[in-house]
């Protein structure tokens, strides 16, 4: 089996597993993985949970569509991850509820929307810069993430979700889980005080893991 067609397998295992348990309702969400020659996305208005292999898009660099059916919406979204953070072979964006839920909270950091909660959350995500709203579609999205996946491999899009780049589509998908995890908490305990990693704690991630935070 080829690598293209290995990813493409990988993208529609991931794609159900994703839509079975509630993270990508309806046709909400999209999934890429890096090739040497361009890039597979998937289908525009399609359901995660119910992917072909075939219909998955394939593109070139400049966004030409080479394969498969009509890719997604977001596809500059996407191209401008891989753009600007040459260390990405996937990228997973979904519109999960308790990642969603925080990307409308009026009280977030800019800089970093949740804290250090766990030491999985800091190792698999670091922090997670808030990109400020723009409506589905707009190519302007692509340009304000553009500037901040150099420093980040996620980040959160206002009242609109999370995406999260990885090396490969298993640790892009573990790190948007993560993530998703780490707001459910979030949400959970606030109005609770709470005991976040301290900065000696958060370095030793960094110096043993890589953390980015």
Known sequence: MSKESALREQIVRIGRSLHLRGLSPGSSGNISARLDDGWL???TN???GELDPADIAKLDWNG???AGKPASKEAFLHRAV?????E???IVHLHCTHSAAVSCLDCLDAKSCL????P???MRVGRLPLIPYHRPGDPKLGEAIRGL???HSSVLLANHGPVVSGKDLEAATYAIEELEETAKLYLLLRQQPVRLLNDEQIEELRQTFGAQW
């Open 82 to 86: 891989y753009e600007g953070r040459e």
């Open 120 to 122: 999985y959350f800091v």
């Open 88 to 90: 990405s072979g996937a």
């Open 149 to 151: 996946v150099g420093r």
């Open 41 to 43: 996305l998937t289908p």
């Open 46 to 48: 399609a359901c995660l």
């Open 115 to 118: 804290p250090p909660l766990t």
């Open 64 to 66: 030409n569509h080479q």
